[in-house]
């Protein structure tokens, strides 16, 4: 089974809606991948800024058990820090994490 990394990259709620939070929750509850991680990125990041309803969504996910990290530039740039750790969304630079995690034959990518 391994681990989904989903990159999220875009701005976009319908996607954020009807596919991330969808195909993330349902890859738990049936079991196709052992790991969901979401990779916000970009676009993702300032989207969540701006909705309060993704918010509640993605905090619903992580309590699912669905890994949430956002990158720390894009974090930064959009002044999201204190809200997305209030979210309890782990902030990090994720540069050289995702370029292991494109490596790694244990791990999938999906860039959304």
């Known amino acids: 089974m391994g681990t ?3 990159l999220w990259t ?5 996607t954020a809606m009807l596919m991330i939070r969808e195909y993330t929750t349902q890859s738990l509850a049936y079991k196709w991948w052992e790991h969901v991680r979401i ?4 676009g993702s990041v300032r989207l969540i800024k701006d909705n309060k309803y993704i918010q509640v969504s993605l905090m619903q996910m992580a309590h699912l058990g669905i ?3 956002a990158d720390k530039n ?6 999201a ?4 750790e209030s979210l309890e969304i782990e902030i990090r630079y994720m540069g050289k994490e995702l ?3 494109i490596n790694d ?4 990518v999906i860039t959304i």
Do not use: H
């Open 10 to 14: 875009t701005d976009s709620p319908d």
């Open 67 to 69: 890994e949430i990290v």
């Open 39 to 42: 990779i916000l990125w970009g």
């Open 99 to 101: 370029t292991d995690i």
């Open 81 to 84: 820090a204190e809200l997305f």
């Open 74 to 79: 894009c974090v930064d740039s959009l002044d």
């Open 4 to 6: 989904l990394n989903l």
């Open 105 to 108: 034959d244990t791990q999938k």
